[in-house]
């Protein structure tokens, strides 16, 4: 029985080593990545990796931005979008939260709405800069939502809404944040089919504030489409990074769900990154593989917020 504080954990450091685990293999099409029994932190000798100078084990943009939103939550007690813009300027600008203070694989809207916000702009208007950017950036960062916050599920999207709208208002971009995060909970609820239930809790609570909400509830049916057969080709379109992790999650230990995720190529590390952190809070930090948190660079800062983190519970 995996209890709630293995969870928890499970939950960070599986979103940082499918980060990590991803990296090296990124922009490669399927079919040129290596057999999926040879997919490590090192990849076998001879493939041509992504990022050739960045250490095997190193988280990406994705695992820094997400440790950069439990940061501004652990510290302010609750979402404060001045204070996360802040951290992720401190982030893009000077290694806030990276491994070695360096930053690399950033998305061209992200950079562009982070010039926005130093230059003096609201964070949770600078999202909408582009309303047709409908790019992963907001999805892969928004799991410490599900394992910082206490309260109800409406408090719970309302979160994702918000996390998303810094950098990624599109309203799919929200919705997909909502419904992952929703998700997460039932994870770590140990619900028997977590996909239906985030899936008709997030339509109820859409519905029952549809004043606010018409057009999410709308972008859930038309755009997320919720219940459309599980086809992902791990790509960096929401929808498709949401549907890719789901398909992902099919398998039934951590090491599959991560490797599967990788083995489709394209975002790999966020692909494994949105698939990681649901795999931890399902099998917990035990079923993580010790060779890969041994192997995950950054621990002196992972651990401190880890530890904060579990004194929340």
Sequence with gaps: MVDRADRI????????????????????????????????FTPPQGFHRTYAGIPPGTWSDDGAQALCLLASLLECDRFDPDDFGR?????????????????????????????????????????MMDPNAKGNGSLMRSLPIVLWCQGS??????LAHGQSQVTHGAITCQVCCAL???????????IADPWQAAVGQLRQIY?????????HLADLETSVQPEAAIVGQGSGYVV????????????????????????????????????????GLRH??????????????????????????MQRW
């Design 240 to 279: 498709d990074c949401l549907r890719s992790a789901r398909s992902a999650l099919q398998r039934d230990h951590f090491e599959a769900v991560v490797k599967t995720a990788i083995a489709l190529g394209n975002d790999t590390d966020t692909t494994a990154c949105v698939a990681g952190g649901l795999a």
């Design 284 to 309: 917990g930090i035990q079923g993580i593989p010790d060779r890969w948190q041994q192997q995950l660079r950054g621990q002196e800062i992972l651990q401190p917020l880890l530890d904060a983190l």
């Design 87 to 127: 951290r992720l300027l401190a982030w893009y600008d000077d290694g806030y939260l990276a491994v070695d203070g360096h930053v690399f694989d950033v998305g061209i809207h992200t950079g562009r709405v982070l010039s926005q916000i130093r230059r003096g702009g609201n964070p949770l208007q600078a999202g």
């Design 153 to 158: 599920d409406r408090e719970l999207v309302e």
């Design 207 to 215: 519905n029952e504030n549809a004043t606010d909400w018409s057009d």
């Design 180 to 190: 992952y995060c929703l998700w997460g909970r039932a994870i770590l609820e140990a």
């Design 9 to 40: 954990a499970g939950g960070l450091v599986g979103l940082l080593v499918g980060d990590a685990l991803g990296v090296p293999y990124e922009f490669h099409p399927p079919e040129n990545l290596p057999p999926i029994a040879q997919i490590e």
